[in-house]
């Protein structure tokens, strides 16, 4: 299929004041004059087709699924096969469901079939919950919206479900998922985790108008964990489980205890090792002994297969189709790690002849090859930046600055802009799901300002501090930090690199900064893409006074791995971004 992203016309606003961009402004070549501004373009996404996948020969339809005579009967002695929550043909197996780079979600089925999944686009997140009502049907299906809006469509199929349920102010949570039924009552339950690292579970009523009760706080601390995924059972006992990644890589397993005090019991390690995976993936009982199988993709793409031994580990892996084959998925539904959108999808790069270039993320820690974005030389001169999406589209835009006007995607927004020097949009700093820009005077002072979500205007500035001055980039776009919020880094003169991590607060938009290194003065560019392997944290690349451009992936909170040489020749841009 050939995914592309299209950025949405933006109605234009005339009393705002606001900036945007993922690093400093571009400095137009002084013997041109600044082009006028350009409306949106089309970003090519390289093409995926879902390859087949191996896993284990599944039997017939589960004996003793979720709903039937004979889980009823099994309940009653503790033993039971939990229904998948994903089976999106009817065929007992579960199946994936996936957005694409388009923002589009497709489905791949266990038979290897699926399609374009019409039930709604766009979002940040997909959890399949199975089926809710109890009633005949497909399974249900949750969709979380880049500015918190959670909805539920029902009765899906591969390429197709009815609208039933929405809420709001979801945006609260950095990761939802679920681990299937928590409370003997055939219902998949909701798990969500917090910006500050509580848990809290979500029963499922049954009801397709208000399907969760009240939530119940488990407790604080699961900021530790980078990955959270689903399980069922793997211990024998009827109740479902999940797992939880630590950033150093070990695995951990919470086995539930049919007890609504305390539904998980206390963790046990499964092993090490886990961190050579971007997101891992529930495939709910594959062969129908009880257990649940995972999906974990490694760096390169390659999906690794592990089925549940009944006791809380993992047997031996297997190579479940390949090498690279599932490279090109930025979110799997039911996927263990933080979701990210409304962030980067890739670089813009112009060259010195005023000609704009697109590198895609292809969630194996590489860019795309360069598609041209735009006419030729049509950027010559263009004061641009990169930033963040502003609308609900999934998709990043661009401002610029002519004539002392701001434009988004080539549609004014207001005037008045000279007296800035540094744009930078990384996102939701004001905890309100929508994306929200940055804007540095020429005194040094830093001001948010809050989008509207529809790219069409933003609040009054708030004052975040001076002093700002001192970095000669500030770059953003998405999580360094590990709690789902957006955050900065920001590079001295000298060369030193910080991250801002940010609050989830307008008035107080960051918190104390972290030092992540020296030396980065190195870089002529400095450059935020968003997240370029797929675990949900932000990276960050480089480009040496040589042309060879470098990628530093976020290995942990705040934190950033070895650099990593992606190629060569990317002095001939003189902006990136």
């Known amino acids: 299929m050939r995914s592309a992203h299209l950025t949405r016309a933006r109605l234009a606003a005339c009393t705002a004041l606001v900036l945007s961009a993922g690093m400093l402004l571009a400095t137009p070549a ?133 609208y039933a349920w929405q809420g709001k102010g979801w945006q609260i949570y950095n990761k939802l998922f679920s681990p299937g039924d928590v409370n003997d009552d055939n219902l998949a339950d909701l798990l969500a985790r917090d910006t500050a690292g509580n848990l809290w579970l979500y029963y499922a009523t049954g009801k397709r108008s208000a399907p969760f009760s009240a939530r119940v706080k488990l407790g604080p601390g699961w900021n530790i964990y980078d990955q959270l995924v689903g399980f069922g059972d793997n211990n024998s006992d009827g109740w479902t489980d999940f797992y939880a990644r630590d950033t150093a890589g070990t695995l951990w397993f919470y086995a539930g205890t049919a007890d609504k005090s305390r539904p998980f019991a206390t963790r046990v390690s499964v092993g090490p090792g886990w ?117 609900p589209d999934n998709s990043s835009d661009i401002a610029q600055l002519f004539d002392n006007g701001l434009y988004i995607d080539g549609v004014l927004i ?93 008035a107080t938009p960051f918190g104390a900064r972290k030092w992540v290194g020296s030396g980065w003065s190195t870089y002529t560019k400095l450059v935020a893409p968003g997240d370029l392997n797929g675990d949900g944290k932000g990276d960050l690349l480089g480009v040496a006074s040589n042309g060879d451009l470098y990628s530093y992936l976020n290995t942990a909170p705040g934190k950033f791995g070895n650099r990593n040489r992606l190629g060569p020749g990317f002095q001939i841009y003189n902006a990136m971004s």
């Open 414 to 506: 207001g005037t008045g802009w000279g007296v800035y020097n540094a744009l930078v949009g990384p996102g939701d700093l004001s905890g309100d799901g929508k994306g929200d820009l940055l804007a540095r005077d020429r005194s040094g002072n830093l001001y948010l300002y809050q989008g509207n979500g529809q790219s069409t205007a933003f609040a009054t500035r708030i004052k975040v501090g001076g002093g700002w001055g001192s970095f000669n980039k500030i770059v953003g776009a998405g999580d360094y930090t590990g709690d789902g919020r957006a955050d900065i880094a920001a590079r001295t003169s000298g060369g030193d690199l910080y991250v801002y991590p940010g609050t989830g607060v307008a």
């Open 275 to 391: 961190n050579i995976y971007n997101t891992i993936i529930p495939v709910g009982d594959d062969n129908g002994d009880g257990s649940g199988e995972l999906l974990a993709r490694d760096a390169k793409g390659t999906f690794w297969y592990y089925t549940g031994k009944g006791n809380g580990t993992l047997a031996t892996r297997i190579q479940a189709g390949s090498v690279g084959g599932w490279e090109g998925v930025p979110q799997f539904g039911g996927a263990s790690n933080n979701p990210v959108a409304a962030t980067k999808e890739g670089v813009l790069a112009r060259d010195s002849a005023g000609t704009m270039f697109w590198y895609g993320s292809r969630t194996n820690g590489y860019l795309t090859a360069r598609d041209q974005y735009g006419d030729s030389g049509g950027w010559r001169g263009a004061d641009y930046t990169h930033l963040a999406s502003l609308d």
């Open 30 to 162: 002084s013997a041109d004059r600044p082009a006028p501004p350009h409306p949106a373009v089309e970003k090519p996404a390289a093409d995926f087709t879902p390859p087949p996948l191996t896993r284990p020969v599944p039997g017939t339809a589960r004996a003793g699924a979720a709903g039937t005579a004979e889980a009823d009967g099994a309940a009653a002695t503790g033993s039971r096969v939990p229904a998948p929550l994903s089976d999106f043909d009817g065929d007992g197996v579960s199946d994936l469901i996936y957005r694409g780079w388009n923002g589009n979600v497709y489905t791949a089925t266990a038979a290897g079939e699926g399609g374009v999944f019409s039930a709604g686009s766009l979002p940040k997140d997909i959890v399949p919950i199975g089926n809710q009502d109890a009633v005949g049907g497909g399974p249900e299906v949750l969709m979380l919206s880049e500015q918190g809006a959670l909805t539920m469509y029902a009765d899906a199929t591969p390429t197709s479900a009815a």
